[in-house]
């Protein structure tokens, strides 16, 4: 079943500004992971946070996550046109090592 | 490190022929392997599990007659998708992952069923 689900927007922004979207989980897990994938490509995992966590950064990246409310947000900061991609937010259930992906957000980053 | 291939990249194939897939971690041993499948501007739905020597582990939903899932060592899982028709063109991606909680996907196989 779906688990994560990523707030349904399509995001347009400029070079250079900052982009933010949201997951949310009904159950608890493990952990929470955020990829990126380009039109018709793989993935690229870009960060895990677990659940005793709240705040992650790795790079432009930032991560946070609120148990409380089941949900995650990732930020971009100061993007880039190479930042253009769909971004899914996949949770690790507790009990077992499957992810759960969510729906997915296209992020378009204009020149 | 942890890079995982797919063989074929795109496959185009006949309603009622089969197709397999390939999936292989290339520097690493996989103890474990997934399996997804994606529809164009959706999101990656788990379709089985795989441990290496043991049969796949199906999610609901999934004909395991119609996936067949080989998981014959390490370092290469395939799926064959049996008796293929155009409802199962999609995008399939596979995961490797040797330890919990990290999985490196392949570079995914799109299939078209005409």
């Known amino acids: 079943s779906q688990q994560g689900e990523e707030d349904p927007q399509a995001l347009s922004i400029q070079e250079g500004e900052n982009a933010t979207m949201n997951c949310s989980y009904k159950t608890s897990i493990n952990n929470l992971q955020w990829y990126r994938q380009n039109s018709g490509r793989g993935l690229v995992h870009l960060i895990l946070?677990?659940?005793?966590?709240r705040e992650k950064h790795s790079g432009r990246l930032r991560v946070t996550l609120d148990t409380s409310k089941k949900s995650s947000s990732l930020l971009i900061t100061a993007s880039r046109a190479a930042d253009t991609a769909s971004y899914f937010c996949a949770t690790e259930i507790v009990g077992n090592n499957r992810l759960a992906f969510g729906k997915g957000n296209q992020v378009v980053v204009i020149p | 490190g942890a890079v995982v291939s797919q063989h074929p990249s795109w496959v185009i194939c006949k309603s009622g022929t089969s197709v397999k897939i390939e999936c292989r971690s290339l520097d690493f041993q996989a103890t474990t392997m997934f399996w997804y499948r994606q529809f164009p501007k959706q999101s990656l739905m788990l379709m089985a599990t795989s441990n290496e020597g043991s049969k796949a582990t199906y999610e609901q939903g999934v004909e395991k007659d119609k996936f067949l899932i080989n998981h014959a060592s390490l370092t290469l899982s395939t799926l064959t998708v049996t008796s293929a028709h155009p409802e199962d063109s999609s995008f399939y991606i596979c995961?490797?992952?040797?330890?919990?909680?990290?999985?490196?996907f392949g570079p995914g196989t799109r299939l078209t069923v005409l």
């Open positions: 946070i677990r659940s005793n966590e």
């Open positions: 995961s490797a992952s040797m330890r919990r909680d990290t999985q490196y």
